[in-house]
């Protein structure tokens, strides 16, 4: 069993900030690719920002050069640190990871999202 587990979200202020982190948890052999996505009211998830096992990172064009994804491999963490934060950026954000598993003698690799966690910024 794999559990993805978001926390840190919550209500900030515009030009604020946030972190938010994700635990990979379970039979877990190893984590190849991890991200966060978002989620607004009406409309479609995006991509927020992805980072390899090796560290490569890509972003969203609207949140480049203020959010930071990072990772600790050695603790199967993912973060997304937020800053100057804007009302657009009001969402539901998922944490999503590649992941290979072991289960019953057998490898597997499946991608997991997490529950999802607000982040609502006020104007």
């Known amino acids: 069993q794999v559990q993805l587990v978001e926390s840190g979200g919550g209500l900030v202020q515009a030009g604020g900030s946030l972190r938010l982190s994700c635990l990979a948890s379970?039979?877990?052999?190893?984590?190849?690719?991890m991200g966060w996505y978002r989620q607004a009211p009406g409309k479609q998830r995006e991509l927020v920002a992805a980072?390899?096992?090796?560290?490569?990172?890509n972003y969203n064009d609207s949140v480049k050069g203020r959010f930071t994804i990072s990772r600790v491999n050695a603790k199967n963490t993912v973060y997304l640190q937020m800053s100057s934060l804007k009302p657009e950026d009001t969402a539901v954000y998922y944490c999503?990871?590649?992941?290979?598993?072991?289960?019953?003698?057998?490898?597997?690799?499946?991608?997991?999202w997490g529950q999802g966690t607000q982040v609502t910024v006020s104007s």
């Open positions: 980072i390899t096992s090796s560290g490569i990172t």
């Open positions: 999503n990871a590649d992941l290979r598993r072991y289960s019953g003698g057998y490898y597997y690799t499946n991608n997991y």
């Open positions: 379970g039979s877990i052999v190893s984590i190849n690719g």
